[in-house]
């Protein structure tokens, strides 16, 4: 059977992790997430998920808990600023050790 072709509808693409390469040392802020505040973990199911819905780099990881790759994580705070419960927040790189 051929398949139907319609030139009205144009490519999309998904980012995709590591496009750009590791560009987790560009950032100067990352976003560290309270799992006392975060749905998913206080829920034990999957739900909400804005941060991994937004995240321009698609480097979060929708599970129970959310996790962030942060090789690839630019530090751009779109999670943070989406997340409802603000469980995440974005902490200078150089105060992560402290």
């Known amino acids: 059977m051929e398949e139907k072709k319609d030139d ?20 100067s802020v990352r976003p560290v997430i309270d799992r006392k ?16 819905l937004y995240c321009p780099e698609g480097v979060v ?13 630019k530090g751009c705070g779109i999670c943070a600023e989406e ?4 469980a995440i927040s974005m902490v200078r790189e150089d105060k992560i050790n402290e």
């Open 37 to 52: 505040k975060c749905i998913p973990s206080l829920k034990n199911k999957s739900a909400c998920f804005l941060c991994w």
């Open 61 to 73: 990881k929708p599970g129970i808990p959310v996790e962030i790759d942060l090789e690839y994580c």
């Open 8 to 27: 009205n509808i144009s490519a999309m693409c998904t980012v995709a992790v590591g496009e750009a390469g590791k560009t987790g040392d560009w950032r």
């Open 83 to 86: 997340c409802p419960p603000r």
